[in-house]
């Protein structure tokens, strides 16, 4: 029995679904006493690729629910006028089945949708780190000469990220989503592979979003989780939102063409687009993505913060017979 129960376990992550929970952990380290702390919690939320519900959410100070307004990211927000104590510590569970995204093999699992002008207005603007136009303007029009078909259009720019691109977190200035340094290191992270794709895309009036959230290791059953994980989608008339994941086709070659119109199970999102004002708003600028803590002490970022994040398969219920 126990042995039918370990190879079960170990065959539900390659399946269409996995199920798990995921721990958001973290701790504001050494707080100056009597200053107004906010505490903004990116939030993670159910939608047609994950199934999500809240164990428990617990901290040192009462965290409510609010939403930002431009892409709905849920968020808890916690707040105090006057700190008294120098550690503030939060801790989210949920319990999630994600869903396999498959938009473009012979049994596609995608969700068509007619894509609102207001949303195709902001799919398609630039970010503050994502020009669309000069150079990878410039690039897109080269990489998709002869193209005419959006589909063909993301595909070639898909592969010149792909082939152009190395997975490379030495030195700095990656891991920022620039596209202007991706152009010119020709290096990155997830959120550098992805924001180049996403500007090219957008210049040639496909519209791309930017996704974020926490990867979860293929070969493990329960694991900390030491940062985050991004992707994007792009969007064609009739088919609706293609899923691509550039830095995991490069990490792993033999599933290039599988990453261009797929996800797999191996993550959970936190939340969707770049330059966010949250809610409440916060008196810094924009955040150029969300998915760790943010924190202000009198109406400044405090960075102060430790993470700590895991997760671990459920085990699927074996009737005992």
């Known amino acids: 029995m126990l042995l039918s129960l370990i190879a079960l376990t170990l065959s539900a992550r390659a399946q269409e679904s996995c199920h798990f929970t995921f721990h958001y952990d973290f701790t504001v380290k050494n707080l100056p006493a009597g200053k107004k702390t906010r505490i903004w919690i990116p939030a993670a939320q159910s939608d047609a690729y994950q199934d999500v519900k809240i164990v428990s959410a617990k901290g040192d ?92 259009k993301a595909r070639a720019i898909y592969d010149y990220v792909f082939t152009t691109m190395k997975y490379d977190k030495t030195g700095t200035g990656w891991g920022h989503g620039d596209v202007l340094y991706a152009c010119d290191a020709k290096k990155g992270n997830c959120t550098d592979f992805h924001s180049l794709f996403i500007a090219m895309a957008r210049s040639q009036g496909i519209p791309a979003r930017f996704e974020i959230g926490f990867p979860l290791p293929p070969d493990k059953h329960s694991a900390e989780i030491a940062g985050y994980h991004c992707w994007s989608d792009f969007y064609i008339d009739g088919k609706g939102w293609i899923p691509v994941d550039i830095s995991e086709a490069w990490k792993h070659p033999e599933k290039r063409d599988y990453f261009f119109g797929s996800h797999d199970v191996n993550r959970v999102q936190f939340s969707m687009g770049r330059d966010l004002r949250l809610s409440p708003p916060q008196d810094g600028k924009a955040l150029n993505y969300f998915v760790y803590p943010y924190v202000e002490v009198d109406g400044q970022e405090y960075s102060n913060v430790s993470l700590a994040f895991s997760f671990a398969d459920v085990a699927p219920t074996v009737a005992i017979k």
């Open 61 to 152: 100070l009462p965290v409510k629910k609010t939403r930002e307004p431009r892409f709905g990211d849920e968020i808890y927000f916690a707040e105090t006028g006057s700190a008294t104590q120098p550690e503030l510590h939060f801790d989210v569970e949920y319990d999630v089945v994600r869903h396999e995204r498959t938009a473009l093999n012979p049994a596609p699992h995608l969700v068509v949708t007619a894509l609102a002008i207001k949303e195709r207005q902001e799919d398609l603007q630039p970010d503050a780190l994502v020009p669309v136009t000069g150079l990878p303007a410039d690039l897109a029009v080269k990489v998709t000469e002869g193209k005419t078909q959006p589909l063909d």
